[in-house]
Antibody
Framework: QITLKESGPTLVKPTQTLTLTCTVSGFSLSTSGVGVGWIRQPPGKALEWLALIYWDDDERYSPSLKTRLTITKDTSRNQVVLTMTNMDPVDTATYYC?????????????WGQGTLVTVSS | QSALTQPPSVSGSPGQSVTISCTGTSSEFRFYNRVSWYQQVPGTAPKLMIYEVSNRPSGVPDRFSGSKSGNTASLTISGLQAEDEADYYCNLYTTNTFWVFGGGTKLTVL
């Protein structure tokens, strides 16, 4: 059974760097075709895709946030980490970790429960 | 950046059918089947309902169907049930912008 669980700070100050960790189970991050990404949702607003990393360490980033994001993975620890620099109150959102459905797929079949991050001084 | 436009809200009575549209500007919308739909019940994580325009993951009722014509994709829910009340998001993958979501549509079951 595939599960994903997000962890990280619930409160960050403006200008700080956010680091979120997604711990996965039920699959290996090194299996061909695997992709794990991050999607966020500000309160009351729409979903926004942020980044994704593939089994072969290839990375994809939202063009509008590319300069602020870094996604990495630690296969031995079954973790995917997202860092976002220069946080701003508009970055307040629930951040979801997601699993790409499979090789060649362009959708996400498993989602974590999400973690709410508030940016405030 | 490719934008996806959805109606803010739709509604229907139990047993009726409703259709949610998703219109895109990218040429890739027209030529590829990289459209998916997600259902989000308030307070919970989104759930994949349709992938590759018209395919249902295991466990999704066949009341949910998807289609595409030109630059518009559609999600149709037939035989509406109270449990279908949720927000619905379309998503498109393109080679330039990767994954882009629509603004979401709130479905109200009257």
């Amino acid at each position: 059974q595939i599960t994903l669980k997000e962890s990280g700070p619930t409160l960050v100050k403006p200008t700080q760097t956010l680091t979120l960790t997604c711990t996965v189970s039920g699959f290996s991050l090194s299996t061909s075709g695997v992709g794990v990404g991050w999607i966020r949702q500000p309160p009351g607003k729409a979903l926004e895709w942020l980044a994704l990393i593939y089994w072969d360490d290839d990375e994809r980033y939202s063009p509008s946030l590319k300069t602020r994001l870094t996604i990495t993975k630690d296969t031995s620890r079954n973790q995917v980490v997202l860092t976002m620099t220069n946080m701003d109150p508009v970055d307040t959102a629930t951040y979801y970790c997601v699993h790409r459905r499979g090789y060649g797929a362009y959708d996400f079949d498993y989602w974590g429960q999400g973690t709410l991050v508030t940016v405030s001084s | 950046q490719s934008a996806l436009t959805q109606p803010p809200s739709v509604s229907g009575s139990p047993g009726q059918s409703v259709t949610i549209s998703c219109t895109g500007t990218s040429s890739e919308f027209r030529f590829y089947n990289r459209v998916s739909w997600y259902q989000q019940v308030p307070g919970t994580a989104p759930k994949l309902m349709i992938y590759e325009v018209s395919n249902r993951p295991s466990g999704v009722p066949d009341r949910f169907s998807g289609s595409k014509s030109g630059n518009t994709a559609s999600l149709t829910i037939s035989g509406l049930q109270a449990e279908d009340e949720a927000d619905y998001y379309c998503n498109l993958y393109t080679t330039n912008t990767f994954w882009v979501f629509g603004g979401g549509t709130k479905l109200t079951v009257l």
